[in-house]
């Protein structure tokens, strides 16, 4: 399986605070990507990071890609309270065709 | 912004009936897909499609499950006979080109509950 695999499963921090998420995944990539799901509703696009590029930001979050080491990470600065949600890293298959998810990371951000 | 929509937002349909879910992609997008995420478990893949054919599925859409595009904004996902372990939410996306090299756009979900 080439599924993401997100670490760790469930994060609680304060607001203000930066939150860190971890990736790993298992096989050659073409791209990994990142969603945020809040509760009861859709996935959310974040970030896609290219396996050629080794970091990618966009306002407050911070996408790393470590391909020798299979794993990526998403930094949440100075998180809020409406941070708090379900983030989802996903590779692609090799086909092209289709995501897939590794099993999330649960953000609470309690102010 | 454009959305995809997904109808309805719950489903309750007895074991053994047929149901059909509805989403309406992003209005210039070419490429559909459907996910399935059972509770408290991870998102899975499991159709996609592109120029009125299925390019990809996954194991678990077996012969009970079907995809059609029946107009030009519609994208149907059938379960014909279905059983209580099809109970989940199921995500319909679309993107305007394949998945190497653009994100994809999902809906808010459809609960399927089978009684």
């Known amino acids: 399986s080439q599924q993401g695999e997100e670490d760790p499963q469930a994060l609680s921090i304060q607001e203000g605070e930066n939150a860190t998420m971890n990736c790993s995944y298992k096989?050659?990539?073409?791209?990994l990507q990142w969603y945020r799901q809040n509760s009861g509703r859709g996935l959310v696009h974040l970030i896609l990071?290219?396996?050629?590029?080794r970091e990618k930001h966009s306002g407050r979050l911070r996408v790393t890609l470590d391909t020798s080491k299979k794993s990526s990470s998403l930094l949440i600065t100075a998180s809020r309270a409406a941070d708090t949600a379900s983030y989802f890293c996903?590779?692609?298959?090799?086909?092209?065709?289709?995501?897939?998810f590794g099993k999330g990371t649960t953000l609470s951000v309690s102010s | 912004e454009p959305e995809v929509t997904q109808t309805p937002s719950h489903q309750v349909t007895q074991m053994g009936q047929e149901v059909i879910l509805r989403c309406v992609p992003i209005?210039?997008?070419?490429?559909f897909y459907w996910y399935r995420q059972i509770l408290g478990q991870k998102v899975e893949f499991l159709v996609s499609?592109?120029?009125?054919?299925?390019?990809?599925k996954s194991e678990i859409f077996d012969d009970q499950f079907s995809v059609e595009r029946p107009d030009g904004s519609n994208f149907t996902l059938k379960i014909r006979s279905t059983k209580l372990e099809d109970s989940a939410m199921y995500f319909c996306?679309?993107?305007?080109?394949?998945?190497?090299?653009?994100?994809?756009?999902f809906g808010d979900g459809t609960r399927l509950s089978i009684l």
């Open positions: 499609f592109y120029n009125n054919e299925i390019s990809e």
């Open positions: 996903a590779t692609v298959n090799q086909a092209g065709t289709a995501l897939i």
């Open positions: 996306a679309s993107s305007g080109q394949g998945t190497n090299n653009q994100p994809q756009h």
């Open positions: 209005s210039n997008h070419l490429y």
């Open positions: 990071i290219r396996s050629n590029e």
């Open positions: 096989t050659s990539i073409n791209n």
